[in-house]
C-alpha cells in the first residue's frame, strides 16, 4: 500500500471558453479563491429555556482571482473589454487543470458560467524594476472539482508516456 503524496500547486494551466472557440490565456502566476463555505443559520429548539442550533442553509463560494504579467495581444482581455463596454455579462467556462510531473491533468476545475467583475493593475513605479501584473476577479454560478488521475493514467499507459 502506497502513501499517497501531496499534489504540487505549481504547474497548472488555465483554459477560457470564449464564445466561439476556447482558448488557452498564458502567464498565470497564481489561481486562487477555489473554495465553498456551508452557509448556517441559527433555528430555536426546545420549550421556555430552548436555545438555538445551526442548519445547513445553502453554501457559498468565492470568488476566482488569475493573476499574471500583463501580456499584449490576450484574447481574454478583448473578451472583458468588450463586456465592460457593452455593459453585457457575457458568461463562459474557465477550466483550471492541476498538471501532474509529465503536464498531464490531475484535478480539473470546472467553473460555470464565469464572468468578470474586475480587473485591476499591480501600478507603476519608476523606481522599481518588475514585471506589470494584472488581477483578473471573477465570479460563477457554481464549480465542479473532477479528479482526473485515472484518466491521465490510462492515457499515459496507452501512449507510452
Given at each position: 500500500?502506497?502513501?499517497?503524496?501531496?499534489?504540487?500547486?505549481?504547474?497548472?494551466?488555465?483554459?477560457?471558453?470564449?464564445?466561439?472557440?476556447?482558448?488557452?490565456?498564458?502567464?498565470?502566476?497564481?489561481?486562487?479563491?477555489?473554495?465553498?463555505?456551508?452557509?448556517?443559520?441559527?433555528?430555536?429548539?426546545?420549550?421556555?429555556?430552548?436555545?438555538?442550533?445551526?442548519?445547513?442553509?445553502?453554501?457559498?463560494?468565492?470568488?476566482?482571482?488569475?493573476?499574471?504579467?500583463?501580456?499584449?495581444?490576450?484574447?481574454?482581455?478583448?473578451?472583458?473589454?468588450?463586456?465592460?463596454?457593452?455593459?453585457?455579462?457575457?458568461?463562459?467556462?474557465?477550466?483550471?487543470?492541476?498538471?501532474?510531473?509529465?503536464?498531464?491533468?490531475?484535478?480539473?476545475?470546472?467553473?460555470?458560467?464565469?464572468?468578470?467583475?474586475?480587473w485591476e493593475t499591480s501600478g507603476f513605479d519608476a523606481e522599481r524594476s518588475g514585471v506589470l501584473i494584472e488581477k483578473i476577479t471573477f465570479k460563477y454560478f457554481f464549480y465542479k472539482q473532477v479528479n482526473m488521475t485515472m484518466l491521465s493514467s490510462a492515457?499515459?499507459?496507452?501512449?507510452?508516456?
Open positions: 500500500m502506497s502513501v499517497p503524496i501531496p499534489l504540487a500547486g505549481y504547474s497548472f494551466r488555465v483554459d477560457f471558453g470564449i464564445p466561439g472557440f476556447f482558448t488557452k490565456d498564458i502567464g498565470f502566476k497564481s489561481v486562487s479563491g477555489i473554495n465553498f463555505e456551508l452557509k448556517l443559520k441559527d433555528v430555536k429548539v426546545g420549550g421556555v429555556d430552548g436555545g438555538t442550533v445551526q442548519v445547513p442553509d445553502g453554501y457559498k463560494s468565492g470568488d476566482l482571482v488569475l493573476e499574471r504579467g500583463m501580456i499584449e495581444g490576450s484574447y481574454l482581455i478583448n473578451w472583458l473589454e468588450a463586456q465592460i463596454l457593452s455593459q453585457k455579462k457575457i458568461p463562459i467556462p474557465i477550466i483550471v487543470t492541476l498538471l501532474d510531473g509529465k503536464g498531464l491533468p490531475s484535478y480539473c476545475w470546472f467553473f460555470i458560467n464565469a464572468y468578470p467583475v474586475k492515457y499515459a499507459a496507452v501512449m507510452g508516456v
